[in-house]
């Protein structure tokens, strides 16, 4: 009987704290933050995951509280430390900066693997980075190409560009055009600004595929929309030389392009 009426009151607790998240996370979004801080303190400092991560957020962009690096990244690392994955990036982001503490890769790879392999795609595409470069670890590309393949699979347009790049190279992989404009596509049909103009080169040189200055011109303007400096000129050069059908045919695909697809020029 006891043990019944224990869980009981465990219930109570946790449909309680569910409701005061609810509450704090509203006010945060509305930017309510003098709202939502006192209410996140209290779930924070009852082992409530996502308000510790929360409450790191604000401490570190000074949100309703003075900005404090030292109270950011211990909220973050309580919640990194029951699992949350967006607060392991974030003490990964910590020690790979040297913000509040001393710059420290391997424990920011440490981090990072933790919540890339919670499928966390920002994580995932920081430690490829860093097994590419081979910074502050051994440099390893077979690492490197398996967290950008398990990111570009997810979905992140960084990780989708960059493997298209290693296939376009054959850097690490067996070089492969076809799987290079594959990867460059999904990437770019996300809006990432290098993806689109890569693809426009593939298309105007005929790289995995027939020459077609049409598609080439209109990801090349795509990518100028975000103000990507080499599509700028490649949109010029390609001006110069299409004569004026072709040329009204490129501007119609640009237009249903830009329709279909965000323009952003920023990786996820």
């Not at 801080?37 to 957020?57: D, I, R, S, V, W």
């Not at 391997?106 to 980075?129: C, G, H, K, M, V």
């Not at 560009?161 to 596509?185: C, F, H, S, T």
Request: include cysteine; hydrophobic fraction near 40%; proline fraction near 1%.
């Amino acid at each position: 009987m006891k043990r019944i009426y224990s869980l009981v009151l465990i219930s109570l607790f946790s449909c309680h704290a569910f409701a005061e998240y609810d509450s704090a996370y509203a006010a945060y979004e509305n930017g309510n933050f003098s709202e939502a801080l006192p209410e996140f303190t209290e779930l924070a400092n009852a082992g409530h995951a996502k308000a510790q991560f929360y409450l790191g957020t604000m401490y570190r962009e000074g949100k309703g509280v003075e900005q404090d690096y030292d109270a950011s990244l211990k909220w973050y690392l309580k919640a990194a430390e029951q699992g949350e994955a967006k607060a392991q990036h974030n003490v990964a982001l910590f020690y790979h900066n040297g913000i509040s503490v001393e710059r420290n890769i391997p424990t920011a790879i440490e981090w990072y693997t933790r919540a890339a392999d919670q499928d966390y795609i920002e994580s995932q595409q920081n430690l490829a980075l860093l097994y590419y470069k081979g910074q502050g670890i051994e440099r390893d590309m077979d690492a490197a190409l398996k967290w950008w393949r398990r990111a570009a699979e997810l979905g992140g347009e960084r990780a989708q560009n960059n493997l298209a790049l290693m296939y376009l190279l054959g850097r690490g992989i067996e070089k492969d055009p076809q799987q290079a404009l594959v990867w460059y596509r999904k990437s770019a049909e996300q809006g990432f600004a290098e993806a689109q103009n890569s693809l426009g080169v593939m298309y105007h040189e005929g790289t995995g595929i027939g020459k077609d200055w049409v598609e080439a011109y209109a990801w090349f303007r795509l990518a100028n929309e975000s103000d990507h400096e080499m599509a700028k000129l490649n949109v010029a050069i390609l001006e110069s030389k299409m004569d004026e059908a072709d040329l009204k045919r490129a501007t119609e695909k640009f237009e249903e392009y830009k329709r279909k697809y965000s323009t952003r020029g920023k990786g996820k």
